[in-house]
């Protein structure tokens, strides 16, 4: 393993950042002709868009910073599983309505906190795309905001199956406020943000709309973690890389 | 058969959007929505894709008074002749300047 | 007295008398004849209604069945730029279905109501998208081909004399404009590409040539509705003159990109200035309507299951509007 110095320190934390955008696009991607509605459809499939983007303007940036040449493809298409640093929460599966949208919702409250931090970056390149995507995420955090407090406070059966998903997913949220050797050299400079300040507002905010839905918040906070610190993943992540790299792959070198 | 039958279909919602800043809301198209809010979002995500609008109305279909077709003589014709509301109506000589 | 009027219900009128109908009816032909549009509270004979409905809600599932072949490459696409593409493109297809059916409620059928048609098999669609999307690019020939032939038709369309549908149609060809082009330009990469991207190309447009030429329907003498659909301007050309317009442009650009077309008998027609083709396979076309198709069942079953995972979430949104309005009544 390399040594962690600035260049490859800001190559690494550029792209796992877009890692977790990339991911939890193409799942998002997977509910495409799914969705219980058209209008639905539609929106995920904008959340997507806007996610995707995301990864593919950081794995640009990562790819400039590290002076290698490495374009954005070869972050999405050419580095192997153990490669990719996104939270564990943008991989696992869709489920069904109800998970989708509480992982959405977990992470885009996350992503609202993150950007906005990431918006005052002493990396211009970060921070104007820190500001950028916190007009996405503000989107994506009302729309699975207003989602999950209709389901929580909608019928029984769905109040029932989104406290499953809120159960279920919390386990993934603890490494959401997790640092990496990678972060925590670049916070020396203000390049990249602290997450673990991050904890008591997502708390509050996730509480609060909770409480609309009248769901409630789990109190095991034992956390799984491991992709974001080490690229250790969950068991579904490799069906994703395998499906999404499998052209490139198949035909190295070519031009798509 | 499937659930579909018994469950009642969401209501629909016209949409109105504004295309940028000095233009009225324009009718574009409906939505199924359960609710404003919903309806709101589902509008922006059907009919905003290609930076079409900078506002949006979302409305009850069913709350729209529409005119009937047959009306159309009585309500619009007697209009057609009042052409003295019209400025070109008015001959003023050139002398006179802007008018 | 006009509080009873809604924009989204066809207004109930006393049965009329036969003079009175031949009256209407004549008013009616006038309007459509002096390229008046006809728009939803209107008058207009009940036949045309059913014929508009019939033909919006078949265009209406199109765009949304459509979404399928292409959704099922959306995970496996090659590259960010290209996965972004598709991604809007499959969108924009979901977009369509959904104006055109907003388009189809206003003569007072529900998107309910077609939905379970479609599902039930009663109601039809493209029979393009009961073939399956195989190969990657399988996704530039349906952009270059199917969406081809699509947009060929839909221009035809955006003349037609119903207002909604005109309208949506408009709106959509002007957001389909990218479709083909892109559909094109991932052609041209391959055409460009190795051997075995090359190769891949070619195998692609020979599954879809055929079924392309069978998107614009039967023969002019073996459409029955179509005359009818011409004198109301429902249609503007038909399905011959729409197909033969497909062919002529789309050969040349099969020539740029260095490929053939599988039909021995395609060549240019110097006398009628239009190509020349084949005999269309119409028994398979037939058997694909009627749910024979390689994906008939599939495409059904997906938007069936689509419907029924979605119901819980549906009733929540409903449920949870219901509370709220109470709330607000109290």
Request: glycine share 6%; hydrophobic share 35%; aromatic share 10%.
């Amino acid at each position: 393993m390399t040594e962690l110095n600035k260049v490859n320190a800001l190559v690494q934390y550029a792209a796992q950042i877009g890692d977790n955008g990339l991911i939890i696009g193409h799942r998002m991607s997977e509910w495409c002709f799914r969705a219980p509605s058209i209008e639905m459809e539609m929106a995920l499939m904008n959340c997507a868009l806007d996610l995707i983007g995301q990864a593919r303007e950081l794995y640009t940036y990562a790819g400039e910073a590290g002076g290698e040449g490495k374009k954005e493809d070869d972050f999405a298409y050419l580095r192997d599983e153990q490669d990719f640093r996104n939270l564990l929460l943008a991989e696992v599966p869709n489920g069904d309505w109800g998970d989708t949208i509480v992982r959405l919702f977990f992470m885009s409250a996350y992503n609202k906190l993150f950007f906005t931090e990431l918006a005052k970056s002493t990396d211009a390149e970060l921070a104007a795309i820190g500001a950028k995507s916190l007009k996405e995420v503000t989107y994506h955090l009302r729309f699975s905001s207003e989602w999950l407090i209709r389901l929580g406070d909608g019928t029984e059966e769905s109040h029932r199956r989104a406290q499953k998903s809120i159960d279920d997913l919390w386990a993934y949220t603890g490494e959401l406020f997790t640092m990496t050797d990678a972060e925590n050299l670049l916070l020396e400079d203000g390049i990249s943000v602290d997450v673990t300040a991050l904890k008591a507002d997502w708390d509050e905010l996730v509480s609060q709309i909770l409480d609309q839905a009248t769901l409630s918040v789990p109190t095991n906070n034992w956390a799984q973690s491991g992709s974001k610190s080490d690229g250790r993943h969950t068991e579904y992540f490799g069906y994703i890389i395998t499906d999404m790299q499998y052209l490139q792959r198949r035909y190295p070198g070519c031009e798509w | 058969m499937t659930k579909q039958t018994t469950e009642k279909e969401w209501p629909l919602w016209e949409v109105f959007i504004r295309s940028k800043a000095g233009l009225d809301h324009k009718h574009c198209g409906s939505v199924h929505a359960s609710d404003a809010e919903i309806a709101l979002e589902s509008a922006r995500d059907v009919y905003t894709r290609r930076s079409e609008g900078i506002s949006i109305w979302v409305v009850p279909s069913n709350a729209i008074t529409a005119s009937k077709p047959e009306d159309k003589e009585s309500l619009f014709e007697p209009a057609d002749d009042k052409i003295y509301r019209h400025p070109t109506f008015y001959d003023i000589p050139k002398g006179a300047g802007k008018m | 007295m006009y509080g009873d009027t809604s924009i989204q219900k066809p207004i109930k009128i006393a049965e009329p008398t036969s003079a009175e109908q031949a009256k209407l009816e004549e008013i009616f032909q006038q309007k459509i004849d002096d390229d008046i549009k006809i728009e939803p509270q209107e008058w207009m004979p009940a036949a045309y209604r059913k014929t508009l409905v019939r033909q919006m809600s078949q265009h209406a599932h199109s765009e949304v069945i459509g979404m399928q072949p292409e959704g099922n490459w959306l995970t496996r696409a090659p590259s960010l730029r290209r996965k972004v593409i598709l991604l809007a493109k499959i969108q924009d297809e979901g977009g369509h279905g959904l104006y055109i059916y907003s388009a189809a409620e206003t003569l007072g059928t529900s998107r309910a109501e077609m939905i379970e048609q479609l599902q039930s098999g009663k109601a039809k669609y493209s029979s393009i998208f009961n073939y399956p999307a195989l190969t990657w690019a399988d996704m530039g020939t349906i952009g270059w081909l199917v969406d081809g032939a699509a947009i060929t038709n839909q221009v035809a369309l955006s003349r037609g004399s119903y207002g909604p549908y005109s309208r949506a149609m408009i709106r959509i060809c002007k957001e389909e404009s990218f479709h083909q082009r892109q559909g094109y330009e991932l052609l041209l990469t391959l055409s460009k590409g190795t051997k075995e991207q090359k190769e891949m190309l070619q195998e692609s447009v020979n599954r879809f040539w055929w079924p392309s030429l069978m998107m614009f329907g039967p023969n002019d003498a073996n459409s029955p509705h179509s005359a009818q659909s011409m004198k109301w301007k429902i249609k503007k050309k038909s399905n011959d003159q729409l197909r033969q317009e497909f062919i002529d442009a789309t050969v040349p650009q099969a020539e740029f990109l260095g490929i053939t077309l599988p039909d021995p008998d395609l060549k240019w027609n110097e006398e009628r200035g239009h190509y020349d083709y084949g005999a269309i396979d119409w028994e398979e076309f037939g058997n694909v309507i009627n749910g024979n198709g390689p994906c008939n069942k599939q495409r059904i079953a997906n938007h069936i299951k689509a419907h029924e995972d979605g119901a819980w979430v549906r009733e929540a949104a409903a449920a949870y509007a219901e509370k709220q309005q109470k709330k607000q009544v109290a």
